[in-house]
């Protein structure tokens, strides 16, 4: 191999190791540092600044015909949505919803694109986004200056619980009122069978009444004055049926749905997932989570003091005590 070849070869190979393939902005900054690592070594290092341009080119090209093809969908927005925490278990279940328009989408994806190449994470969710907020700088400066909105929906399983046990749904009240000597089988056949369908109504009675009130919320919150044809729901695959959810949200209106069974291909449902995990975070009383809320996220909350959508927004809120809902004002 000729010493011209040679130096284009391994020219190539440095600036891929340095240099994401489908880049971000702030990405010639990137491919300047690698430069730096081979200027002043004779023709290797002329033929990497050569190779460089060559790849900046291509790589705005590339970002533009991104964006192009974005801003070419007839949706003016973008609504991405990620959930933390169990229906029915644990602290919280909390829904984010992100708000954006598909041209501020491709800076977004072409940022959280390159920090997964930098970082060799498979997947971006909170807690592996916090670990490596050494090597976002520039990923989180971008997020920082991104023209978007946030909506967190907010509920308690406690909540949901407390209703069950006092009886609120007549359909489960007739379901635990089966005998055993109303089914065949026997009596542990007939136990087996009756709490697997409990289990499943409760699951059924979550989602058509909390759940609806999460999505439906965030619906009227974000969307509420633009045509049903210019915006679509992006959501992460949640834990009921796809086709059910996208029942619910059918039912609030939202006619456009796209259900992500793997987000680590949308990094949109990537970022609803930082946002999630961070809130989820502070609630939790996690210092580097509220830093980073208070730094990043916070001036893009829509509006924290609306009367009729507050945010976050509790879920049935006469269900919260006083102690729960003051919590909720370490967001303001």
Sequence with gaps: MA???????????ILEN?????????QESRQRTATKRLEGHGTVGTLFREQSRRLSAKDREISELVGERLHRMSMEYLVFSDESGRWNEGDY??????????KNYAVLRKEIVF???ETGIKELKWNSFKNSLKKAGDTIESIRNLDCCIFITLSIPGHFKDR?????????????????EQSTGGEQVTETIKDKIIGAAQHTIFYNFFEKQHIENAKKALVRDIP????????????CLDREWAK???????????????SETAPGIEFADIIVGCIHGCLQDDGQAMKFYQENLRAKMLDMYSKEFPNPNLIFFQDFSAEQKQKINIFR
Aim: net charge positive; aromatic share 10%.
């Design 248 to 262: 619910i949200a059918n039912e609030c209106g939202i006619a456009n749905i796209t259900v992500e069974k793997k």
């Design 93 to 102: 279940y909390l829904r984010s919803w992100v708000k954006i328009s598909p």
């Design 164 to 180: 069950l046990d006092n009886n609120k749904y007549v359909i489960l009240r007739t379901l635990q009122g089966i005998r055993p």
């Design 18 to 26: 340095q240099t994401e393939k489908e880049p971000g902005e702030g």
């Design 228 to 239: 049903t044809q210019d915006y679509k729901f992006v959501i992460d695959s949640p834990q």
């Design 3 to 13: 010493i011209a070849q040679m130096g284009a070869y391994f020219a190539q190979r």
């Design 115 to 117: 920090l997964k190449h």
